[in-house]
């Protein structure tokens, strides 16, 4: 049941973001049991800055784990990191949702948010609980990529 659940939800969520005009990509690992929608979008009309959201699910016990997940940069610079964690502390202060970090190995700084769905979750009430999160992270990272842009060109 858990595996037909997680296939439908991706199914109807790709389809909703495809009729939204988001470009979607979908990849599935069996052998590690991982099914990823991958949804193209662009933070500002004003400088086109492309960008791609990874929404996997993983399991927890009996439950699924629905993980949103975007990179925003990567390889940047020591110093850069640096001038960059005060405003990931804050943000994450305030943000109403999800978590900014930075990947120190990859030198990658990375915005997600994780859903748990319960056992019996209804498709279609998943799907709207996905899409909710989904524009929610987008209104935040659009009304926040300033601050890393300012912090990127000092």
């Known amino acids: ?4 659940f997680k296939k439908e939800v991706i199914k ?8 939204y005009g988001f470009s979607v990509q979908k990849e599935e690992d069996t052998e590690n049991d991982l099914l990823t929608l991958r949804c193209g979008f662009v933070l500002s009309d004003e400088q086109p800055v492309p960008m791609v959201m990874e929404m996997t699910f ?3 016990d ?10 925003i940069a990567s390889g940047l610079p020591a110093e ?12 994450n202060c ?3 949702l999800g978590h900014m970090g930075i990947y ?12 748990v769905f319960g056992e019996d979750e209804d498709i279609d009430r998943a799907v709207d609980r996905s899409e909710d999160i989904l524009e929610l992270m987008l209104l ?15």
């Open 1 to 4: 049941m858990q595996n037909n």
């Open 104 to 115: 120190d190995e990859d030198s990658q700084l990375y915005y997600r948010y994780s859903l």
């Open 80 to 91: 850069l990191i640096e001038k960059l964690r005060p405003v990931i502390d804050e943000f």
């Open 140 to 154: 935040i990272l659009k009304a926040n990529y300033e601050k890393f842009e300012t912090k990127e060109e000092e």
């Open 62 to 71: 009996t439950n699924p784990i629905l993980q949103f997940y975007t990179y």
């Open 12 to 19: 109807k969520l790709g389809e909703n973001l495809m009729e």
């Open 94 to 96: 305030y943000a109403p």
């Open 58 to 60: 993983y399991n927890l």
